[in-house]
């Protein structure tokens, strides 16, 4: 009876362990390490909802890598993802406390605030434009584009509040990039 138990108990331990594991790995980018955009539309669920019980704050900013198509065709893949990992890694150490970093795909990242970004969005869109991204002995200069948007009783759903975020980046790419845009409701641009 005891051997039955243990071999039991052992494959009760490895199924829970073996089922963390998917879980992380379906919740987040296998890439960067970040959540991913099933991860993020479950917090964002949340954070409208509060948005729009209790008037909570809730700010959307879409950050896109500004040409990010002529990286991976100069350098390869393997470099597209090494910047890939380095936005990731910049965005994440200025996200602060009230904050999610997410990649979304491709070479967007999406920052969910439950709190007033004040500044804080154009000052990662710089520290993205001032951190050289470092590849054997090449300098590889990125800037990203933003848009931006925060919410509004006018949202009635996040995706609402998301399509406002990103026709505000369009904004900011058709600008002629590495700028910040925010959504016409809050302001006009940052």
């Known amino acids: 009876v005891l051997p039955v138990l ?21 919740s987040t980018d296998y890439l960067t390490g970040l959540p991913n955009r099933r991860t993020l539309a479950h917090h964002a669920e949340k954070l409208f909802s509060a948005a729009s019980r209790l008037c909570s704050p809730l700010t959307v900013a879409i950050f896109d890598i500004d040409d990010f198509k002529r990286i991976n065709d100069t350098y390869g893949h393997d470099v597209g993802d090494q910047a890939l990992q380095h936005i990731a890694d910049i965005l994440s150490a200025g996200a602060g406390t009230g904050t999610m970093v997410a990649r979304t795909g491709g070479e967007e990242f999406v920052m969910l605030f439950d709190i007033c970004p004040d500044d804080r969005i154009e000052e990662l869109r710089q520290a993205v434009a001032a951190t050289p991204f470092k590849i054997d002995r090449a300098s590889i200069p990125i800037t990203v584009s933003v848009g931006v948007a925060t919410y509004s009783a006018e ?12 026709r505000a980046l369009y904004t900011a790419k058709s600008g002629g990039r590495n700028r910040v845009e925010t959504s016409g409701i809050m302001a006009a641009s940052v």
């Open 6 to 26: 243990v071999t039991t108990s052992f494959i009760l331990m490895c199924s829970d362990r073996i089922r963390l594991q998917w879980e992380r790995a379906a």
């Open 155 to 166: 949202d009635r759903e996040f995706s609402d509040l998301l399509r406002r975020a990103d």
